[in-house]
C-alpha cells in the first residue's frame, strides 16, 4: 500500500514519532511518504495513497491551538481527497496541559466530517519518542493491521 504520513511539529517532538512511524511501516513492507506539513499543500494531498496518518501537536492554553504550519494545511483542509481512505492520528503533547494532545481530537473529528475512515485510536504520546518507544511501536503494530 502507499501510505502517506503528514506530520506538524514545533520542537521535533511529533517529527521523531512521525519518522519512526515512517521507518516502522516502510520494514513492513508499504510505500511510504513522510511529509513536513510545512512542506506541503492541502488541495490533492491524499491522492495516490492508501491511507493517511497525520500528526500534530498542541500549542493552545486555555483551548486547543494546532501546531502552526499544520494549522496552514488545516484550513483548507476539505480539499485533501481523503474521503473514503483509511487514516489515523498521532502527536506528542505534554499531560500536564488539560487539552492533553487535543489536536489529535480536532483532527480527528474533522476527518470523519471529511469521510475518512478512522482504523485506530489516535496516539497522545506524553513527551518525545525515545521515551515512548513501546507504546508508538504497539500504536504502529495496530494501524499496519487495520490497514
Ligand atoms: C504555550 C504552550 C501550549 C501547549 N499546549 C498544549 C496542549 O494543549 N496540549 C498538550 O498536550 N501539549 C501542549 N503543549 C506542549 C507541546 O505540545 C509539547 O511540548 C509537544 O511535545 C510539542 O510537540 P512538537 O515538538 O512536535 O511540536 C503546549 C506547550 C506550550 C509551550
Known sequence: ????????STTGNTAGIAEALGERIGAAGHEVTVLNAADASAEGLCDGYDAAL?????WGTDEVELQDDFNVLFE?????????KKAACFASGDS???HFCGAVDVLENRLVGLGAVIVEEGLK?????????DEVD???GRVLAAL
Do not use: H, Q, R, T
Open 54 to 58: 497525520f500528526g500534530c501537536s498542541a
Open 96 to 98: 500536564n496541559f488539560e
Open 138 to 140: 504497539a500504536w504502529c
Open 125 to 133: 504520546v506524553d513527551g518525545d519518542y525515545a521515551g515512548n518507544k
Open 1 to 8: 500500500m502507499k501510505i502517506l504520513i503528514v506530520y506538524g
Open 76 to 84: 483548507n483542509f476539505d480539499a485533501i481527497g481523503v474521503s473514503g
